[in-house]
């Protein structure tokens, strides 16, 4: 069994990813996990995956405005991928897990990422497109 898991990314490690093929383990990321199922019983597993997604919106729009003059374009990049395990981080935030291993390309099963620059007060009115992998090389090539 695997564990879908949503790593924040910054355009720059959007184009890392790209280049190495594959995430280099020993990252943080977002995922459904069972302190996110006991703080919100009522949920299901399309809104704790949905919750867990937009967590890890959140973190990587923090990443590209916290590097501010960097090269990082003011987008939201999150990468839907599937890792043998996860573990969960301990903190306010129930979908924070730490990953281990690297993860391989084949493993990558989606891009959700923002389809135009964003600042923190857009960001929250503007929904993450999905984007299948062949499609991620375009988001590198325009930035």
Do not use: C
Not at 25 to 32: C, I, L, N, P, Q
């Amino acid at each position: 069994m695997t564990t879908r898991i949503y790593v924040p990314l910054t355009s720059t490690g959007l184009a890392a990813l790209v280049a190495d093929g594959r995430l280099a383990g020993g990252f943080r990321a977002h995922a459904v996990t069972d302190a996110l199922r006991a703080e919100w019983p009522d949920g299901d597993d399309e809104a704790w995956e949905y919750a867990a997604m937009y967590a890890a919106a959140d973190s990587s729009l923090a990443l590209a405005l916290g590097r501010a003059g960097a090269a990082d374009r003011p987008r939201r990049y999150v990468v839907a991928a599937d890792v043998p395990t996860a573990e969960p981080v301990a903190g306010d935030d129930p979908t924070l897990v730490s990953v281990a291993a690297d993860v391989p390309w084949k493993n990558v099963a989606a891009l959700h990422a923002d389809t135009a620059d964003v600042d923190a007060g857009s960001a929250e009115d503007a929904g993450l497109a999905w984007f299948a992998t062949q499609e991620i090389r375009h988001f590198v090539d325009e930035s």
